[in-house]
């Protein structure tokens, strides 16, 4: 499949899928049939991805029975080199179809969004998978003189804000540093948007 798409072959790479399949891309269209997965790339190769490539990584692999199995990975589209972080996660369902190949039957693309994960952690920590949580940095401080509280593990707002800051700038403006503060406070959108996170609103 993924040969396919760098030839930019659609036919290829439909071919890949069973006739029934379902493709939801990370903005939440929905295509059903291999006939509208192959028309749907057709347009996209000839129009948006006409000169990236697709880059990609499987995190998982996991077989329900000797017929399926289910995928997860993560990709995103390049220009030239590869990128260093993937900032799409996906999912494919295959299934051994009559012929003995397996294809795929299910697939869903969705888009990252660092500083929303970041936030969330932060208001509620119990949302941090099992695999990213690790044990308290020590402050330097307390690591230096014995003294002190840990350091959080998690990031603070600010920290997100300054990690994801093109992000965030499109629905803030930059945060002012007013005299005599030495760390910017959240912008009121980060606030709200931790605060509507914390009370399951989004």
Not at 175 to 180: E, K, Q, V
Request: aromatic fraction near 6%; hydrophobic fraction near 35%; charged fraction near 30%.
């Amino acid at each position: 499949m993924i040969d396919a798409w760098q030839r930019h072959d659609a036919q290829a790479h439909g071919a890949r899928f069973t006739v029934d399949a379902t493709y939801i891309t990370f903005v939440g269209t929905y295509y059903q049939g291999r006939a509208d997965i192959v028309e749907s790339h057709r347009t996209l190769f000839e129009k948006h991805l006409k000169g990236p490539r697709l880059a990609d990584e499987v995190l998982d692999i996991r077989f329900h029975g000797p017929d399926a199995a289910v995928v997860t990975g993560r990709g995103d589209t390049c220009k030239g080199s590869r990128p260093q972080k993937l900032t799409k996660i996906q999912t494919y369902t295959l299934v051994r179809e009559a012929d003995g190949e397996r294809r795929i039957a299910a697939f869903r693309n969705t888009k990252r969004k660092p500083l929303l994960e970041a936030i969330s952690f932060r208001t509620a920590p119990g949302l941090v998978p099992a695999a990213q949580k690790q044990p308290p940095v020590p402050h330097r401080h307390e690591a230096a003189t014995g003294r002190g509280e840990p350091e959080r593990s998690l990031m603070t707002t600010f920290d997100v804000h300054s990690a994801g800051q093109a992000e965030c700038s499109r629905v803030a403006p930059p945060w002012p540093r007013p005299h005599g503060r030495s760390r910017p406070r959240p912008s009121r959108v980060c606030r709200r948007l931790g605060r509507d996170i914390e009370l399951g609103i989004v």
